[in-house]
């Protein structure tokens, strides 16, 4: 059972527990969102999640739900690796949020390995291929990620509290501004980004589903979500972002860490080309 940091409003950590009950009886807990965006553009790359929900609903045995997109940012929740119980006590301090955060990263943010090597990469995962949700059979290796660009860059901290379908969840999470690439480009130095998350089989999350990216606008976003909220549900016209996103645009709390994440954005876009006029 995956545990997670309890916090309390000082980001003290406070205990440990598991992620379904925490977020059902609504104790507060700490988590990552990364927004990856493109260097060339400003724009947000976001993976449609739809299959992971698929894999998880079918590797339970139950049906997934209907065909639709579900737009999500990067990140997690830090792993407790059995030895969070020695972090009690203590502070979330930058540290341990960035260290968690590039654990996170490394395992969601891929490429495919493309030449054949004697034994495993460092970090290497075997990943499925589904299509609309659908396993199609075929499996690729991949391995982190790593390019000089690609650091977190850290922009602050974002409230969430909300009642859920399966309960109310309460979260503080931190938000990084990731720069990278979408796809090769003009760039030959670039290498193709590739999104996948893992999700449990007999109780292990030991499968990796790849999930298509997209990139959006910061207003495509904002629309999507004001439709959302306007309609006072989480899917308008089978497309969704989920609350790891929405949750920037929604909670006033957050307006401070989206301003100041979006003009990250835009500077550093506006640094990278002037540097790099070829790409």
């Not at 790359?45 to 739900?65: S, W």
């Not at 979260?171 to 893992?198: H, M, Q, R």
């Not at 899917?235 to 709390?253: G, K, P, Q, Y």
Request: proline residues 4%; contains cysteine; glycine residues 6%.
């Amino acid at each position: 059972m995956e545990k997670i940091f309890l916090v309390d409003e000082n980001k003290l950590i406070v205990g440990l527990a598991g992620r379904k009950y925490a977020e059902k009886v609504g104790w507060r807990h700490i988590s990552n969102i990364a927004i990856l965006f493109d260097v060339r553009d400003s724009k947000w790359i976001l993976h449609d999640r739809y299959n992971k929900i698929a894999a998880k609903a079918i590797a339970v045995g139950e049906k997934p739900p209907p065909l639709y997109e579900s737009y999500n940012a990067n990140g997690g929740h830090p792993a407790t690796r059995g030895n969070g119980e020695k972090l009690i006590g203590m502070y979330v301090d930058e540290a341990f949020i960035v260290n968690s955060m590039r654990e996170e990263l490394d395992s969601e943010a891929l490429i495919k390995i493309l030449k054949e090597t004697k034994g495993k990469i460092k970090g290497e995962v075997e990943v499925e291929e589904w299509e609309n949700g659908v396993n199609t059979g075929e499996t690729f290796r991949a391995k982190p990620y790593h390019i000089p660009l690609f650091n977190p860059i850290p922009i602050g901290w974002a409230e969430y509290s909300k009642k859920t379908e399966s309960g109310f969840n309460s979260e503080y999470s931190y938000v990084w501004a990731v720069p990278c690439f979408s796809d090769i480009g003009t760039c030959e130095k670039c290498e193709n980004l590739l999104i996948a998350d893992d999700y449990e089989v007999d109780g292990v999350a030991n499968r990796n589903v790849l999930l298509p990216h997209k990139k959006f606008t910061l207003e495509e976003i904002k629309s999507q979500v004001e439709a959302q909220e306007k309609a006072g549900k989480s899917i308008v016209n089978s497309v969704e972002m989920a609350d790891a996103v929405s949750r920037l645009f929604t909670e006033s709390a957050n307006a401070e860490t989206l301003n100041k994440l979006q003009k990250t954005i835009e500077e550093y876009t506006r640094k990278y080309n002037e540097r790099n006029t070829e790409c």
